[in-house]
């Protein structure tokens, strides 16, 4: 066994020591060609000093290699040392057989730096050079998806995938999941889909599966879609951004039932999820199980107790079912602050007053008014309860009140019109 295949076992057996040992055989005497080896499997590895240690050694040796400031170059990126990648790039001539793939380090470098025209520039140039290779078309596509220059991205993937290319560095990229990715952001779902189904045959991965769910969903291709998502259920439940996107699939598809049973199941997997919890909630209300829906509400303010949605929704249960002091008991220790929806306001007003807390209904009245005024049913209240309480603004409550409704011969009689 040669020392830098005994450098990488002693480093899979963690035995660092060893693998020091071994590292300094490798740059005392071995060959260029192990001394390259070990560096590519050392940078893939993470041991970026060890890997720039190599590539300067043989450097040094062969002063002309292109493909050698290329390395560095890349070594210098994952070490953030940006301004030094850049020289090591410039140091490689146009006639140099590694131009090319400068070309793709520069770009990479330079939309790293956020300079994203002269990110293009460089691979437009790769391309003007070599027209036909699928590498430099497949990086434009990156790019172009990245800048959310869809209709590119496409063309650039096309081009990939014409020359018979569907997946790149050793199969873990699908050129089909890119262009569906491409395809579906630009709202092309329907036509994403298929690439989705050609990437699963090639590979059945996790997140492809749930790239066809959710394009699928958004096509409004429900079945396709539950079929998906309880697919990747059935290969890891643990998968919890599924559920939300599964129920409401079944949702769609008119099966209200099934789409709480898959809630109540992601609940399972991800019991501190407040969405979730919120959104069966919303099923159970749609399927008049009010009492389910008052414990799922209540447990996504148990997680969040200034959750503005779900305060919504419960309150108007406790409404419905005149439970004005499990209401209020909602708000104890919510700030004014933390509270963004003024209905909320109006609730609290409506409970206070029912409950005899007089003074408190007519301070959250007076807060939910700026946002009503125009509201008639919140002025005819309002108005009311001014009156029960005698206070004089009650009249000019009443009478905004009769602009909207002025054929309300109730109010009208109380004014004595």
Same mark, same amino acid.
Do not use: C
């Given at each position: ?33 192990e ?15 060890? =890997? ?5 050694? +043989?450097?040094?040796a ?23 990648a850049?020289?090591r790039?410039?140091?490689?001539s ?9 070309? +793709?380090?520069?770009?990479?470098? #330079? ?23 699928p590498?430099?078309?497949f ?22 995938l ?18 569906a990715?491409a +395809? ?9 889909i298929p ?8 590979n ?10 959710? =394009? ?23 998968y919890? =951004?599924?559920?939300p #996107? ?15 049973? @898959? ?12 969405? +979730? ?12 199980r ?34 004005y ?6 708000f ?11 209905? @909320? ?54 009478n ?10 109730e109010?009208r ?5």
């Amino acid at each position: 066994m040669k020392n830098a295949e005994k450098m990488l076992s002693a480093l899979e057996h963690e035995n660092m020591d060893e693998a020091k040992k071994y590292f300094d055989a490798v740059i005392a005497g071995d060959s260029p060609e192990e001394q390259f080896f070990l560096a590519e499997q050392l940078f893939s590895l993470g041991f970026l000093d060890e =890997t720039e240690d190599l590539y300067e050694l +043989l450097l040094a040796a062969f002063p002309n290699e292109g493909e050698l400031y290329v390395r560095l170059a890349e070594v210098s990126i994952e070490k953030d040392q940006l301004d030094e990648a850049a020289e090591r790039l410039e140091q490689i001539s146009p006639e140099d057989d590694a131009y090319l793939e400068s070309l +793709l380090v520069a770009a990479d470098l #330079y939309q790293m730096q956020g300079l994203f025209e002269v990110t293009e520039q460089k691979l437009q140039q790769a391309k003007s050079l070599a027209p036909n290779e699928p590498i430099i078309d497949f990086a434009l596509g990156e790019y172009y998806l990245s800048q959310a220059r869809f209709a590119s991205a496409v063309q650039s993937y096309q081009s990939v995938l014409d020359a018979g290319i569907t997946a790149l560095q050793d199969e873990t990229i699908s050129v089909y999941v890119r262009m569906a990715e491409a +395809l579906s952001a630009s709202g092309a779902f329907e036509e994403a889909i298929p690439y989705y189904e050609k990437a699963l045959e090639e590979n059945e991965s996790l997140d492809t599966l749930f790239g066809l769910g959710l =394009t699928a969903f958004q096509a409004k291709e429900y079945a396709t879609a539950i079929h998906s998502f309880e697919h990747l259920k059935e290969h890891d439940p643990s998968y919890t =951004t599924l559920y939300p #996107y599964l129920a409401k699939s079944y949702e769609e598809n008119g099966q209200k039932e099934q789409a709480l049973e @898959i809630l109540e199941e992601g609940l399972k997997h991800d019991e501190f999820n407040k969405e +979730l919890f919120f959104e069966a909630g919303q099923l159970a209300l749609s399927l008049n199980r009010l009492e389910e829906a008052e414990h799922f509400f209540r447990q996504a303010l148990v997680l969040d107790p200034e959750y503005i949605a779900a305060m919504l929704e419960l309150n108007k249960l406790l409404l419905d079912k005149a439970d004005y002091e499990g209401l209020t008991e909602i708000f104890e220790g919510v700030s004014d602050e933390l509270i963004t929806e003024p209905q @909320i306001f109006w609730d609290l007003s409506v409970a206070y007053q029912e409950t005899e807390q007089y003074n408190k209904a007519k301070e959250n009245f007076e807060k939910a008014y700026p946002h009503f005024k125009n509201n008639p049913t919140f002025l005819r209240e309002y108005g009311l309860f001014l009156r029960e309480e005698g206070d004089p603004k009650a009249t000019t409550i009443l009478n905004d009140y009769l602009t909207f409704e002025p054929e309300d011969e109730e109010i009208r009689s109380l004014l004595d019109f």
